[in-house]
């Protein structure tokens, strides 16, 4: 059965070992006016094609506030090398080639393309595809560590954050360190949320809760651990498996 089938639940436990597979994280600006474009070809064509080729698709989504246009999508690999191995694949399959043409008759479909590779922390759970709920919303955090600072925000991830994010109804999709260079300081995770209003009545308790505080305080004593923290909530595109 490929990903595409799967109903599995995304469990908000670890791995019983690390996931050591190789993750890649793409973001694609569509041409104006071509999004939808762009998702009729992954929903009609890319998707089963990546499964043809040994890649494993997680979650598409696209941006609640989208003035860019941008699709970003989650894939997974048993590795670096099969990860070459299936996007050159990919690439010269015929299929695809008659796909592209096809879509790009009338003009580009991509402007850019922006790809992360990167690595599960050891304490993320064990990423696989969901479909809970449609509705839900998703919510793609990025931290920048402060110097030096990344193995001591992972261990306050690991040691209580993920256990208070579930305390407080929040599901953890994945977290993840980027591999490219010059991302040393990088943490990126996902979160669920039943909705976005959800998600803030859910931040306000957490960030109120005197377990919270006390971690928090005990463990920036020596300064703060992230020096910036971005957020991007998401919905689920109609042929995402994450949803």
Known sequence: MTSLLLASIIAPTFAAEKDTRCFEMR????????LDDLQARFRNHTLKLF????????????????????????????SR???EKAWKAF????????????????????????????AATDYSPYVKASAQDPERCFELRTYTAAPGKLADLNSRFRDHTLALFAKHGMTSVGYWTPTDKGSENT??????????EAAKASFDAFRED????????????NGVLAAKVESVFMKPTDYSPAK
């Open 91 to 118: 690439g010269a399959d015929p299929a695809w080639q008659a796909a592209w043409k096809a879509s790009e008759a009338n003009g580009k479909l991509v402007t850019k393309a922006e790809v992360k590779f990167l």
């Open 27 to 34: 973001i694609y600006y569509a041409a104006p006016g071509k």
């Open 81 to 83: 090398e099969a990860r």
């Open 187 to 196: 943490l990126i995770y996902i979160l669920a949320h039943k909705s976005k």
């Open 210 to 221: 005197p377990a919270w505080v006390a971690v928090k305080k005990a463990s920036e004593t």
């Open 51 to 78: 499964e043809k080729h040994g890649m494993t698709n997680l979650g598409y989504w696209v941006p609640l506030e989208n003035p860019e246009n941008k699709l970003i999508y989650l894939l997974a690999y048993p």
